[in-house]
């Protein structure tokens, strides 16, 4: 019997003793790390569902649905972006979901909700109020963003 097999693994593991025990620990090293990395992709898609243009056309208010597999539900998301940039990621102004089947369905078949410029820097977003809201940035962007719940 060789003396490998009585060492318990986590001292092979510590202490490999050859240089063929050496390759297969960094080998093995190597395949965990790249399967834990592609495991931590973004696999999400944006879906948008409106664009807003501000009064002095330098930005848009985007209110998209993103969708994460079949794993989650609808949400509505909205980014304060320049002029005809597409959203990536998860919303930065405004994130919510339909609170599991409570909220008010919107065009987007996530919770519903509205989004108007008052003025080139600020934008008012109106939500249905059963909504379960994830974010609400109030400055993005330089601009300000203000929020009225919308019984529905």
């Not at 490998?4 to 986590?10: A, E, F, N, S």
């Not at 919303?91 to 919510?96: L, P, T």
Request: glycine content about 8%; hydrophobic content about 40%; overall charge negative.
């Amino acid at each position: 019997m060789a003396i490998d097999q009585k060492l318990p693994l986590h001292v092979l593991v510590a202490f490999p003793k050859s240089r063929h025990d050496r390759a297969m620990l960094k080998a093995s090293a190597s395949v965990i790390l790249f399967l834990g990395s592609t495991g931590c992709s973004d696999t999400c898609e944006n879906s948008v569902a409106a664009r807003v243009a501000s009064p002095d056309g330098q930005r848009e208010a985007v209110m998209f649905q993103r969708d994460c597999g079949a794993t989650t539900g609808y949400s509505t998301q909205i980014s304060v972006l320049d002029n005809g940039e597409t959203p990536a990621g998860g919303g930065k102004a405004f994130r919510a979901d339909d609170n599991h089947g409570v909220a008010a369905v919107g065009e987007s078949q996530g919770p519903w909700a509205d989004m108007r410029w008052v003025a080139p820097d600020r934008l008012l977003i109106r939500y249905a109020s059963k909504s379960r809201v994830f974010e609400q940035a109030t400055d993005l962007n330089g601009v300000t963003i203000d929020y009225q719940q919308v019984a529905q």
